[in-house]
């Protein structure tokens, strides 16, 4: 599970880069529609949390991650 630090840290990263309201990333919402994710935008997504948190999202992978939640539980369990 994450901790507080690090789900702030993905909350300020996510909310500059694209250009949303901190609190409307909350644990239950959906990721996508938060922050109006197309195909070319979920690329983004993927590569800044590899550069930010040294986190590979494998291609299949990024399908089960649909909220804040899981991205806070994903990047906790994969980071180096």
């Known amino acids: 599970m994450a901790n507080q630090e690090l789900i702030e840290k993905i909350n300020t ?10 609190e409307n990333i909350t644990p239950d919402a959906n990721i996508k529609s938060t922050l109006e994710l197309d195909s070319l935008a979920i ?13 590979k ?7 089960t991650i649909l909220t804040f939640q899981s991205l806070y539980d994903y990047i906790a369990e994969h980071q180096a």
């Open 57 to 63: 999202i494998p291609s299949a992978e990024v399908g």
């Open 43 to 55: 690329v983004d997504l993927v590569g800044l949390v590899e550069n930010e948190f040294g986190v």
């Open 13 to 22: 990263v996510l909310s500059e880069e694209f250009e949303v309201d901190i």
